[in-house]
């Protein structure tokens, strides 16, 4: 799609001269990088080994610590970003009151439960204007939640912009809408996997001055959509290596999952034994 041809051809020309960050990063990007599940970092660990001795260099190194009440928000917003990662990126699909669509990811999102089927979303309040987004969740009560995936992470990073209230998200991305079956919000087709969700709380205050600053969303999944040729062999459950989800870190950048490997819950039948005869107090 040439931007030229489209609507908001003064905003679109200023997308389009905005440099790719590929080219200042010391690799391309190899879209056929395999996926691959590797032994956990020391299979050989035994009950009470702790962490891996050698392999760190931090283990000597002083603590800083931070007093969030004595930090700017904006020194909190870059220090906990870059720590909390990776996060899982909620694009979200709104429609405000008068028919306008919107489009937007945001990675301050969870799923909270299974049983009922909850995920989380919150949205900070710029001093600018409210997020469309989450004026348009608290006045319809509707939302549909796209994972991002590697093949349309350019175009799903556009609908961050905050460009004025007509520009169309989806024009600019070039993404395709698809109907949704009980919301109006429609998913993201080139989404591999689509949330259907309905508003059943929200919002948070701010401690200090009862002001709101940020808005908490729980949203209740009503249908999913997924895409088969994403579907593990059993049909039920998503393979990570076909999905190729993207995660956010710190600032503006993003990661991609090509590594993997497992874990086993220990079972405590199998190591009560051990664990009693270690001779350790045990509460």
Known sequence: ???????????????????????????????????????SPQPEWKLGDGAIKGLSEHGKSPRKTWILDEMSTKD?????????IPRPIAFISTIAEDGTPNLAPF?????????????????SL???????TRENILATKEFTV???????IEAANVTAVEAPADVDEWIISGLTMEPSSQVKPACVKESLFSMESTLLAHDILDLKTSDVTNSLVLGLIKQVHVNKSV??????????AKLRPVARLGGNTYARLTDTFDV????????????????????
């Open 146 to 152: 796209n994972i991002i995936s590697e093949h349309f």
């Open 231 to 240: 579907l593990a062999e059993n049909g039920l459950v998503l393979d990570p």
């Open 264 to 283: 086993p819950r220990p079972d405590w039948k199998n190591i009560r034994d051990a664990v009693k005869g270690s001779g350790k107090n045990l509460r």
């Open 1 to 39: 799609m040439s931007v030229k041809l489209l609507p908001q051809s003064s905003f679109l020309s200023y997308i389009s001269r905005t440099p790719s960050r590929r080219w200042h990063s010391s690799k391309f990007f190899d879209p056929y990088k395999s996926f691959q599940s590797t032994s």
């Open 126 to 132: 710029s001093p600018r204007r409210p997020k469309d």
């Open 76 to 84: 909190s917003y870059k220090l906990l970003t870059s720590a909390i």
């Open 107 to 123: 990675s301050y999102f969870s799923m909270i439960s299974h049983n009922p089927p909850l995920l989380s979303v919150s949205f």
